[in-house]
């Protein structure tokens, strides 16, 4: 079964203290993809990457990382979370760019549901 | 840039009564693909339809039905005779398309409508 898979689901965190939120496909799909979503703003991009070790920034960057080692992986790091962050957090996955036309079905993890203190 | 404008931030309707939620969106591309989401409160997101900038047909799925008007960039979603399982979050959403290597396949998504059907 195709799947995006997020961990963890629901987290409260104190300001500052590192944390990482994980995610696999098991798609072999090159693009990836995070979006935060905040009340009245809908859902925006945080950063995406088209394969492995190439990643960029999207709309919302600031206080993220993200690294691409493995196809499956993306993990979004927050360095030094703060309250600013408390968010609910989606990953997506697609076959991406440059392909077949393969419909661009986007798959989307079940969120996660972060919340800073 | 692309943009999404659901200008409609809350509706509630009555069971069995009928709801069109609007979608207008920006884009400069000629390719693109436009989605509608459904997020229940229990927080994912729900793909209900996909629909590229060249098929202008109008979909019908069971209760739901969307309307894609190029001429008036808008890609509007009715659902018939609705019922409370309906309530949720819709998001519009609009995408480059993915034919060619460097593109983003970033979705840029509407701010949502929330639509309470009441028993």
């Known amino acids: 079964e195709a799947q995006v898979t997020q961990n963890p689901r629901y987290l409260i965190t104190v300001t500052g203290k590192k944390l990482t939120v994980t995610c696999s496909q098991n798609?072999?799909?090159?693009?990836m993809s995070w979006y935060r979503q905040d009340p009245g703003l809908g859902l925006r991009q945080i950063y995406y990457?088209?394969?492995?070790?190439?990643?960029d920034k999207g709309d919302v960057p600031e206080g993220y990382k993200v690294s691409r080692k493995e196809k499956r992986n993306f993990p979004l790091i927050l360095e030094s979370p703060s309250p600013n962050q408390t968010s609910l957090y989606f990953c997506?996955?697609?076959?991406?760019?440059?392909?077949?036309?393969?419909?661009?079905?986007?798959?989307f993890g079940e969120g996660s549901w972060l919340t800073v203190v | 840039a692309q943009k999404v404008t659901q200008a409609q931030t809350e509706i509630s309707v009555v069971e069995k009564e009928d709801v069109t939620l609007d979608c207008v969106y920006e884009?400069?591309?000629?390719?693109?693909?436009l989605f509608w989401y459904k997020q229940p409160p229990s927080g994912e997101l729900v793909f209900l339809i996909r629909?590229?900038?060249?098929?202008?047909q109008n979909e019908i799925s069971g209760r739901y039905s969307w309307n894609f008007q190029k001429s008036t960039s808008s890609f509007n979603f009715t659902i018939t005779a609705s019922q409370v399982v309906d309530s949720a979050v819709y998001f519009c959403?609009?995408?480059?398309?993915?034919?060619?290597?460097?593109?983003?396949?970033?979705?840029?998504f509407g701010k949502g409508i929330t639509l309470s059907v009441r028993p």
């Open positions: 990457s088209m394969n492995v070790e190439v990643t």
């Open positions: 798609m072999n799909h090159e693009y």
């Open positions: 629909r590229n900038s060249f098929d202008e």
């Open positions: 884009t400069r591309d000629t390719t693109y693909y």
């Open positions: 997506a996955s697609t076959s991406g760019p440059g392909k077949p036309d393969s419909g661009n079905t986007i798959y």
């Open positions: 959403a609009l995408s480059e398309a993915p034919g060619y290597r460097g593109a983003n396949s970033k979705l840029t």
